[in-house]
């Protein structure tokens, strides 16, 4: 993969553009045309351009071979349920250094989220980019995947009235959820 440099002179950030497009050729589609690069100064354009050539280069792998070593976990049923929270932990510390971070977790109890670990979000396969900032948020809970837990335990009452409007249904009860945590945020 090229190492882009953002240089501060117009005449360098000119260059750079030509070197950027001209790297991109061989991957141009009709999606370049839906950004107006003309309401971009040339040193904004080429950040966006060094992140599509970024997308483009990186390679479509599992998460766990996002790290060095390779992140891998024991299967939940090895586990006793202290060893288990260790190394969950360990593992949701380990996603956050690669910045993925998960929401939506608290309607689990430990035993289960591990297990969403080692069997969804580990074996998952993604462009691993190498791009400041470039978050992962795995939320594993949201209104089309499960209206009843996310309306119980995390939509607000604006949501909560929304759906009701939509749906013509009162929503769950809302509720605490059973295994509040404090997981690792983006910054």
């Known amino acids: ?22 790297e991109l050729e061989p991957y141009m589609d009709e999606s370049i045309d839906l950004v107006d690069a003309s309401q971009m100064s040339t040193e904004e354009e080429n950040r966006f351009l060094s992140a599509m050539l970024c997308w483009e280069q990186s390679p479509v792998i599992p998460i766990s071979q996002w790290f060095e070593p390779e992140l891998q976990i024991p299967h939940p049923d090895t586990l006793s349920e202290r060893n288990l929270s260790n190394v969950m932990w360990d593992a949701l510390e380990r996603l956050a250094e690669q910045q993925i971070y998960l929401e939506c977790t608290d309607h689990l109890s430990d035993r289960q989220l591990y297990t969403v670990l080692y069997r ?68």
């Not at 119980?152 to 009235?161: D, L, M, P, Q």
């Open 1 to 22: 993969m090229t190492e882009v440099r953002h240089p501060k002179h117009e005449v360098d950030q000119l260059l750079l553009n030509a070197q950027l497009r001209d």
């Open 120 to 187: 969804d979000i580990l074996p998952a396969t993604g462009k691993k980019l190498d791009v400041a900032q470039n978050n992962l948020i795995w939320r594993l809970v949201d209104i089309e995947s499960d209206p009843e837990i996310w309306l119980t335990y995390y939509a607000t009452e604006r949501e909560r009235s929304e759906w009701e409007y939509e749906n013509g249904r009162i929503p769950p009860a809302h509720l605490d959820a059973p295994f509040a945590r404090k997981l690792p945020e983006p910054f």
